[in-house]
């Protein structure tokens, strides 16, 4: 069983950074999809970014230019750097993985931008 933990979450002012960071144990498969998801109160939980192990990297458009995923293949690790944070950025963001898609989620962490 895969087992994810995230790191990193927190309160910050608009306009403000933080990074998170996730890091995959327990894989039997060498982990391909790597992704970070949000879910903000009241909404589905949405695609926030993803790599792949090759480097393809895909954004949710609300945070292109803002936002940057980036790994460490040989430690199973994930950081999405985030910047220029708004408060529509608040919400719960969690790691997960797998294959080819989301399969495996972490707890999440809580992110939240006051304005």
């Known amino acids: 069983q895969v087992q994810l933990v995230e790191s990193g979450g927190g309160l910050v002012q608009a306009g403000g950074s933080l990074r998170l960071s996730c890091v995959a144990s327990?894989?039997?498969?060498?982990?391909?999809?790597m992704g970070w998801y949000r879910q903000a109160p009241g909404k589905e939980r949405e695609l926030v970014a993803s790599?792949?192990?090759?480097?393809?990297?895909n954004y949710a458009d609300s945070v292109k230019g803002r936002f940057t995923i980036s790994r460490d293949n040989a430690k199973d690790t994930v950081l999405l750097q985030m910047s220029s944070l708004k408060p529509e950025d608040t919400a719960v963001y969690y790691c997960?993985?797998?294959?080819?898609?989301?399969?495996?989620w972490g707890q999440g962490t809580q992110v939240t931008v006051s304005s």
């Open positions: 327990g894989s039997r498969f060498r982990i391909n999809y």
């Open positions: 997960a993985t797998g294959l080819v898609e989301a399969v495996y």
């Open positions: 790599s792949t192990r090759g480097g393809n990297t």
